[in-house]
């Protein structure tokens, strides 16, 4: 055996070919962080700092000032380092950011070998440098190309310099970008004014409030794939349109859970602008947006579906005080209320087409169909609520207009008791845009939120159906008096606060209905409603 096949024997032996580790290197005394990203990328002791290793971690002891350009490319001037390799921040809180005094220089970029997370950790006052005539490089703090990746982060301040024409006032991203339980806010730019996505970019338990664009999406500009889960835009403005998102060409967004308010576009769409490319909003709600023109909340110009989403509280200035549309619009099981515009209050489709009659829920009645709509006409199982519609409703008894938190990761509409859109639907997703869990009564409720019934509520409403099966001789006066006492009784209980009483008072209703049952008084069919119904209280007591 030779010298090296014997070496590889004993160090097979010993448990494998060692591998490369990653480095752990600190920023602090002669180690800077500059310094620090050099040595990582290039796994060379750098100034005082260690070499790196394959993956880095570079832990921050406090915060990072950067005061002159590090490198300049054909994309600006950048702050640090480029990122080529595979590094995380470990911030501890701290922040990197650039002197007010400084010249212009954004303060990450990743080119596409890099691939950068950052924990903890807030970048801000970033600031782009003019690279092309009047056009400053793309992303004030952080310009992407490789891979991204937030946690526990923030970037806020940042600014594309020059004469603000450029993109990604905080990210730009052409790679790959994650942002969880991230927030980025305050930030302007030409386009996009706190996050620009020309890739692929992802936020979860996420805000992006308060960026402003001079021109399109002041919270973001999406041109590819974006998806936001459990996330909140909000407080974002547009000097044009898309306040908190302008979706551009054929690009694709999916909104899950969140919520989209108070965003204001100084031309039309006050959250969302989609020109010609798809959206897709499920149990989400957007509330309390304003559009200068068209498109309080939604101006659609290619495909747009809301799937158990509410928009309620939004303000056009002309027309579509909700959506105006001029695509195609696919609704679900969504309650569209509450909007205000000089005309087509809620839904104005002047040459586009919805697809409805899905069990959606429009209007109030303190607005007309003419009032409410434009070349579309709720019907076959959606809810009109308008005052000349199938089920004229006051605004304040479908829902409550003010966006609150009402549970979960974002702010809702809740919708009230005695609404219509309470267990009107015959299907739906699991949970709601809170996570509660769909259905809590007899069927899935219409919107983003699903009513929890409080259990006196759901005890009166089980006593009104025993009722209806002695009225419909069902059962006799006697069974059905017996169930009915049992249930006052319990009833009693609730209102005195005496929870336990309460819950054992439902269990013995519960035998009572499975004896009749079992004898032969009440089918399955008939008795298992009132057991389901019986146990959805017991668990709103906490049993």
Known sequence: MSLAAAALAFALALGGVPTAHAAGITVGGSCTLVDAITAANTNTATGGCAAGSGADTITLSGNVVLTSVN?????GANGLPVVTSAITIAGNGATISRAGSSPDFRIFEVVSTGDLTLNDTTISGGR????FYFFSGPGGGILNSGTLTLTNSTVSGNAIGGYGFGNGGGIENFGLA??????????TAGYGGGIDNSATLTLTNSTVSGNTANNLGGGIENSATMTLNNSTLSGNTSGTSGAAIFNNGSS????NNSTLSGNTAHNSGGAIFNSTATVTLSNTTVSGNTADSRGGAIINGGTLTLSNSTVSGNTANFQGGAIFNGGTLNLERSLVAGNTAPSEQEIDSPFGTVNSN???????????????????????????????GTLPTALASILNTTLANNGGPTLTNALVSGSPAVDAAPSGPATDQRGVARPQGSAFDIGAFELVPSPASQIDQLIADVQALVDSGTINSGQGNALITKLQNAQNYVTSGQTAQAISKLHTFINQVNSFISSG?????????LIDAANAAIHSLGG
């Open 128 to 131: 782009s440098s003019l690279f």
């Open 252 to 255: 694709t967004l999916t909104v």
């Open 521 to 529: 008084v009440l089918t399955s069919a008939e008795g298992q409603p």
């Open 358 to 388: 899905n069990f959606n829920l429009f209007g109030h009645s303190g607005e007309s169909n003419a009032q409410a709509f434009n070349n579309f006409t709720p019907s076959g199982s959606d809810i009109s609520a308008t005052s000349d």
């Open 71 to 75: 490198n300049s490319n054909t994309q």
């Open 178 to 187: 994650t942002l969880t339980n991230s927030t980025v806010s305050g930030n």
